[in-house]
């Protein structure tokens, strides 16, 4: 008997790749060199190159998943591409799970292994005599070195833990309390949908997003805070750059994972999308969502509790 083979669909060429490869170097060129330009205290063309890039990769990306959906409506995607998604998934998520591996590294090196190596022995007499390693380090090798005539100065207070009674009115608690509600609440969209309850998925669902939209108004409240009454900055020391680093890329992370459950949020109201048997678009942008909490519980403990 002659064995039956599914057919994997193969899509026609497309110029999309290249130019979302494009559009994502214009928008990390642009944004690299309007930091540099922001630094130096000057104006440069970097943030409009930054600015059409991200216009660019979004118009690409906006027609690359309409394809990709619509070939879905269509019937003409296999088991087999279906299981390429999942697995394209994990890999992107596993190489998200790397870059941010970095980041925390950085700090451990930063706080278990520079800090120690400055303040005792031959390095500390060659580099920095009589430096202290306290973290978060409130000064900058310029102040030790030229006092209060220092070019780049530390910041004036921290981020870290005010102590437990004092959380009701500290930002990173509520920020906290947001995303591991919207896990919840992301969660609990998911189980509706296995029980082909759209009404209930699209409320759950809804409300992950709006939770999503509040942590990141809650971050930009945190960030014009430690600008404008702490002297925290991108500037002020190693301190400074790490918060930012970390902080800052989780927020650009939040902000592309709550456009993701937008996306689903809205094809779903809209077009009547997903069922149980077929919601992957959902599924994926739901374990990208847990993957942020994750890292923000991380962050929690490590730059807030611990720092």
């Known amino acids: 008997m002659e064995q039956q083979h599914e057919t994997y669909y193969v899509p026609e060429q497309s ?11 214009l928008t990390v060129f642009g944004l690299a060199n309007w930091l540099n330009d922001v630094a130096a205290d000057k104006d440069g063309s970097g943030a409009l190159i930054s600015l059409l890039g991200f216009i660019l990769l979004s118009a690409v990306l906006f027609n690359w998943f309409a394809s990709v959906i619509d070939e879905n409506m269509k019937g003409l995607n296999s088991a087999q591409v279906k299981r390429s998604y999942v697995w394209g998934m ?29 303040s005792e022995g031959p390095t500390s007499e060659l580099l920095w005599n009589g430096f202290k390693a306290d973290w978060p380090l409130m000064t ?21 833990n005010p102590g437990v009674s004092n959380w009701a009115g500290w930002l990173p608690f509520w920020n906290t309390a947001v ?11 998911h189980t509706a949908l296995k ?29 014009l805070h430690a600008y404008n009454h702490m002297g925290l900055t991108l ?16 927020g650009l992370h939040v902000t592309m994972g709550t456009f993701m459950l937008l996306v689903q949020w809205l094809r779903s109201i809209s077009k009547g999308h997903f069922s149980h048997a077929d919601c992957f678009g959902f599924e994926a942008s739901s374990w990208y969502w847990h993957f942020v909490d994750v890292v923000w519980v991380g962050l929690f403990l490590f730059v807030y509790i611990l720092g």
């Open 195 to 223: 029980k082909d309850d759209k009404k209930k998925f699209n409320i759950w669902l809804g409300i992950t997003v709006a939770l999503g939209f509040i942590f990141l108004v809650l971050q930009v409240e945190e960030y």
């Open 235 to 250: 500037e002020t020391g190693v301190y400074g750059t790490t918060f930012f680093m970390l902080t800052g890329f989780h």
């Open 179 to 189: 995303l591991l509600i919207s896990s919840f609440t992301v969660h609990f969209a």
């Open 90 to 118: 994990g890999w992107f998520i596993f190489s998200e799970v790397m870059f941010f591996s970095a980041f925390f590294g950085a700090l451990w090196y930063l706080r278990n292994m520079s800090l120690p190596l400055l």
């Open 140 to 160: 900058t090798p310029d102040m030790a070195a030229n006092g209060a005539a220092a070019v780049v100065n530390g910041p004036d207070q921290n981020m870290s």
């Open 15 to 25: 110029k999309l790749p290249i130019l979302a490869s494009i559009g994502l170097f």
